[in-house]
């Protein structure tokens, strides 16, 4: 068990703090499970308390033995409830608490209606998007977990051809898969900044039809899934010889996580199809060319939907008809879907240490899904793929 | 692929009325998952209007065409962005709208904060506990489906013991069980009403010492986890012999899932690890007689404790020391912590068609956890189980 170091955390709070005193604010609590890992270490039933001067205090409820274990913060006090914080906060002598911030994009209404009682007269305001802007570019630390997250990944994918057999089901090839991810060193299905995406956990195997069919989630891929409950990912469809066959796995090593994403066929695809895939490696090449230091998110979404446009799948781009989404890539760390995004609107300027997912994939209805993934680190020159540099089509 | 019939839909949508008509509600947005899937029978993006007399009208933004197949409610609307809420209102001709509750324990504070900017003349309040009072009594279309779930879980129990080799680790037999579970035809992990659980996908697989160690969730069992992120469930350890396995499983048929627990050993345990296995089916067999329509649900968790002292494991009882739970005993249906709760200040009244899981559970520090856990249905006599009745201890 790898626990994150304490020079780590340190910068990691500074950078809160930055943000803190820039707005004026005097704190911030921070309990979102991915935000406390990110912040002390721990995810551990804690609220963390981040003033915006002066050191943090992790008050932990369950199990405060493995919070003091597990994060390497200076200061960790035991909670029976949470309404203790207040009386707490004053034994510590933190009296300034006039103006806090806590994750409002994922926090309960009923939960942060709780801490509005229990501090009557501190104003509270959302700082989830700060929050997860500071956690965007990631450290040498960080990204060394990344790195190994993306040799595991290459593990799962090296491991998935043989899998791949005609009459097989996708839900049975994805399950299948998952125990070769736990098994490769993979700690399981991704952490997602959703409050309601329901209960997954599948790698997405989508074979012929599959590929096209659409849900609820705003990712190119959706997929029958298994019922109208869990109406997402693999289902009982039977793999077919000739169809595509679209793996999007995650891969996690200590709480980072890389994306990736593989098109195989049991023999050949129709040449339209190998045409389709093809384009959709052209415009990853192009986009590899963009991941450097300074370029415009939206830019690079603007260039692979014209790219898109200009090989004749503009229909087909990261869906098909109202169903398309607008987006090419994504920030990824501890959270499939951290900053930046790669969409129209969304102006961030890439940074060297980012990690982002680039996903060009062309959605044909009846017919399925082609496409490629891979997780990049942004670097002064070029991008360094985390992720299997090597992606030919992975024909069984 | 089974859907939700219309008049099973049109029944609960009646009782939501009625909880709306009394409190003097206009209606309500219904849109967190469970609650989503419950009343209008789709998971896609959607959000579900039920005013408190007329028809309901389910507008939903991704996969419209799904959600027409899935759902057979009358009145499904395409809706582009919610921000056309109000006007996609205006137009149906809905114009009650000034007091409408919400799914606050669920719903984000940034999200509700939305709602109330698109309709600033509405009162929101919050309407979590009656959604889930309304859940709690199931019908015999879902019971059946319970019934179902039970017998895929007696299928992934008796392949279970096959699993379990000294030497292999929790986590590959817990991912091997998943896989068994996906072959039995299980839909995968169980849907939980908790903001903040984070990413868990593994059955409960914990041996020997394993069992003892406490996590932050709010039930008896926690396990060392795969890494700080993955703090909860199986681990790298290796199974031993003689030492108590305590396996806990879900199982999931169309949205419905059971609960059940049961304790293995390669080889037999120590006599005074038996002695308490033991002691916790006692309190199994007294509490099944107390599951009857009219009993007090604080009262059947005060007998579990006072059982549990007098058989001299008070200290052990559903977690040990700081870590002790104070319930036994769970709703269950499309979610795994369901109405009502078997703990103190909880005096639901027990009815026919409630279903329940009974888990009494000893913790021995350093040794592990022995205890069992079924589901049951409540009927006007004697519960029935919906788990495998016969719980002998595993001995492999």
Known sequence: MEYTPKEELDKRVVRLQ????????????????????????????????VPAQGSPVLFTRKSYKRACKESSLDNIMPLNSNRELPD??????????????????????????????????????????AVRDVRTVK???????????GRISDDILREAKSELKPGRTEVEIASHLLTIAYMAG??????????NRGAFTLPMVLSGESGAIASFTDGPLGGAGISSLVSFGPSGKRIKEHEPIVIDIGATYNGYQVDVTRTFSVGEMSSSLMDAYEATLKIQERLIKELVPGKKCSGIYRIAEEMAMD?????????????????????????MNEFPVFAGGFDTLLEEGMTVAIEPKFIFPGLGAVGVENTWLIKSDRPEPLTMADEALGIV
């Not at 009296?95 to 509270?124: C, K, L, N, W």
């Not at 993979?186 to 409050?195: K, L, Q, T, V």
């Not at 781009?317 to 169903?323: A, V």
């Open 18 to 49: 930055e943000y803190l005193l820039e707005k004026g604010l005097s704190a911030s609590f921070i309990i979102q499970k991915a935000d406390l890992f990110y912040f002390s270490g721990t995810t551990q039933s804690s609220v963390l308390f």
């Open 88 to 129: 707490l906060l004053r034994d510590q002598e933190i009296t300034h608490i006039d103006r806090i911030g806590m994750e409002f994009d994922s926090i309960p209404t009923t939960v942060s209606g709780f801490y509005q009682r229990i501090f009557p007269s501190t104003a509270f305001s959302d700082i989830s998007k």
């Open 139 to 149: 450290s040498h630390y960080e990204i060394e977990l990344m790195r190994e997250a």
């Open 186 to 195: 993979s700690e399981g299905p991704a952490m997602i900044r959703d409050w």
């Open 311 to 335: 090989l004749g799948y503009v229909e087909n781009f990261m869906g098909y008809g109202e169903n398309r989404v607008r987006f090419v890539g994504h920030g990824i760390g501890i959270e």
